[in-house]
């Protein structure tokens, strides 16, 4: 499977936006997805995973409320919404797949797309 995340953009504070991940190859189907960011220099931050059809979803203690994980199986994509975004919240945002149950370590994830850039700015 391959995935690519879009949707990335810049946005004032309180803003909102809504990332996409598209996987090509084998359906979105057989992987969960998690969510992830990471700013340069620092590691990367786990954000939320949904399992395989939506079923269960969870999410880091510093993005709960504000961020939303679905996704759409016919269409082979899984979106993170995201408001009340902050200078805090800019980063590359990455998508990945796990053909299991998914978690939060990005070890679980053998699948990662390429990212996408989120500014936010005050």
């Known amino acids: 499977v391959q995935l690519q995340a879009s949707g990335g953009g810049s946005v004032q504070d309180g803003g909102s936006l809504r990332l996409s991940c598209l996987s090509s190859?084998?359906?979105?189907?057989?992987?969960?997805v998690g969510w992830f960011r990471q700013v340069q220099g620092k590691e990367r931050e786990f954000l939320g995973y949904?399992?395989?059809?939506?079923?269960?979803?969870y999410y880091a203690d510093s993005v709960q409320g504000r961020f939303t994980i679905s996704r759409d199986n016919d269409k082979n994509t899984a979106y993170l919404q995201m408001v009340n975004l902050t200078p805090e919240d800019t980063a590359v945002y990455y998508c990945?797949?796990?053909?299991?149950?998914?978690?939060?370590?990005?070890?679980?994830?053998?699948?990662w797309g390429q990212g996408t850039q989120v500014t936010v700015s005050s």
């Open positions: 949904i399992s395989w059809n939506g079923g269960r979803t």
């Open positions: 190859g084998r359906g979105l189907s057989y992987y969960a």
């Open positions: 990945a797949g796990d053909p299991k149950s998914g978690g939060d370590r990005a070890e679980y994830y053998p699948f």
